[in-house]
């Protein structure tokens, strides 16, 4: 073992080279300087962010995208709380990231010395774990210990808040070889009797229902998914976590479940008599109404994280494992049983598919359009076209989030980035910076409202600051979109506070980044716009005047069983 | 309903407000709380009385076993455990109910820990339930002052823990010595 007396920041990056971190998105401050000083000619890269939150949520977008730790860095107090969102936000949907935070000198701690805040105590629930480092010997094992627990089991946010003291401190350094966190578990393959009753139950199922969550994304297990549904011939929904898991194109692909899922996919979930939930966590988006959810159906639970098990729904049958491993046994299981079982449940079966069928083309997913207004849903049939399946689409959260996920195909996973869990307003401008950096070879659509694209506007200074040839789409319908769509149809039609009047003239504000903008409101011009945007290649604005009062259907309403859909709106409304 | 629930965690800085923070962020109000070192002194041994709702129950020791710094987390509250209290209690006496105190203490098993001409402070342990009694028996002679520890839980089910190995980690990799050469 070789020792050097190293600073505690020089530690610090020597720590992320054995992690295999490339990028760093974070913004300096006082107490982080000592670092910022050992960056300043160091191989690993840091992006300068106009805003910490964003920091967060690039860091997640490059996780995303990639399924590695994504890292993010801010000093102490402000720079730690406006983390905050950024860390619960992956906490939600399971994001690997590291967050970095400098605190003040571990002799200032408690003295309400300048820019200081609690923050291992304000991140105790935003995070998976997170640590305290007061002393410079901790810091390797900390850190190797926080990429660790980030990026195994259930993945999470882990913060590691570091005092300047430590940073400034020098102390022999010697790597670690080794970690060892006895009271955490990570599962593995399952219990081999538990999947051979799972595959039992999947061939005597005469109505079976593959229900897909992020987990798959999360495990990379989306070969092992589409192995498992062709063995079983099953049709199989993947939720706003799990889009592109399995192919949009794949026979056996119906959509997205839930309150804003598809007539077949709600349908199908609801006359299933066994449902095999795989990576997810029956949230109540997908569930609607917990008691009449899925009413006749057993059901077959698969996730890494034991505490999910049983948690909303009863799990009949649970495997606690990663998918990953776990559902390549499912699918020899069900190879073996092939050749006795399969055959039993033919008729049955094949009237299931007769049935989703008849369901897929009774209410079909089609993008409405119309002649004289440009439709959010023919915009998002636009990005899809040039897409063809195989774009970034790093949206933002509310009625065109929906729209994307239900009219967008996603042929890949890690393609569809979104705030998913907690409903992060301002997420898919910072995250489709952090995923084009991921990915420079990919096309990045950040589409997103013009209500979250005004919350991440500092941000156009990182993508012209990196020329980054993201293509950002707002659909602008001039109104918090959601939020008025539940006026409209829940509270009489009283816009409250919903209207977002002087949206600025794109072609001025992206031409004072020094990139191109431009507003279509013009429907015959919508795709050539879009074309446009897609050949420029650096970074673009693109400014679409989508029809304003137009709603996400079908919808469920909160508290309703998912199969009472609201497929259309109840008649036209004039406001 | 109560629940009770015995925790083994690593003596950390930040473990208790993990476990108590996954109880107070669901609402629930901590009736007791006591925490110690056990027999390996990285350890520590954590009883914790709260007001769960019954369905939620399972799903906060599914919580609290996630933490990294939780070895195991048992719920004890139906089980086959013992589960005992220890009560100091100041009691002023009379000159003529000082036997008559004595006496009734010598009942509860309880011992007197200190006397002054003004009272005793008595020491006492058992379940709750006959502490409250012991208790209200007391202040029925004068005035009374109590410190209760608050409930401490002993699984009689001999559970097998099961612990993590250590895992390789952080060792260097071709391109991670760069820095320390150039130093």
New interface residues.
Partial sequence: M?S???SGS?IL???L????VELIFGYPGGVTLPFYDALYD??IRHVLVRHEQNAAFAAQGYARATGKVGVCCATSGPGATNLVTGLVDAMMDSIPIVALTGQVSSKLMGTDAFQEADT??IT??AT???F?VKNIADL?QA???A???AATGRPGPVLVDVTKDVFQGQAH?T????????????YGDGHSGQIRRAAQMMWEAERPFVYAGGGIVAANASEELRALVEMLDAPAVCTLMGLGSLPSEHSNFISMPGMHGSYAANMGMSGADLLIALGTRFDDRVTGRLAAFAPHAKVIHVDV???EI??NRHADLPIVGDVKLVLPRLTQELRDLDSTMKAKNAAPRQAWWKQIREWKSEHPLVAERSDREIKPQHLMAEIDRLSGGRAIVSSDVGQHQMWAAQLVRFNEPRLWINSGGLGSMGFGLPSAIGAQFARPDKLVFAVVGDGGFQMSIPELATIANHWLPIKIVVMNNGYLGMVRQWQELFYNNRLSEVELTSFPDVEKLAGAYGFKGRTVDNVNEMPQALADAVNEPGPFLLNVKVSPFENVFPMVPAGGAINEMVLRPPQPVEV | MQQIISLL??NK??AL??VT?LLS?RGYNIESLTVARTLDPTLSRMTIAVEAEPQMR??VI??M????????ATDVTDGPAVSRELVLLRVRSTQQNRTAILKEAEIFQARVVDSTTEGFVIEATGDSEKLDEFIEVMRSYGESEVTRSGTVAMSLDNKKL????????????E??????EA?
Avoid: T, W
Avoid at chain 1, 175 to 186: D, Q, T
């Fill in positions: 070789s050097n007396l190293l020089k990056l020597e720590c080279v054995r992690e295999k160091h191989p291992f105590g105790r629930s998976k774990h997170n305290l390797p850190v190797h210990e990429f660790y627990i350094y790597p670690v070889s080794e970690i060892h966190l006895p009271g955490y578990k990570v994280d034991p505490a049983s948690k | 965690m690593e800085p930040g407000m993990r923070g962020q399972a799903q599914k919580q076993n996630k933490l990294i710094n939780v070895l195991q099961r612990l993590s190995p250590p895992v390789p980690r952080g060792s260097a990799g391109e991670a010595l760069e820095l320390q130093e």
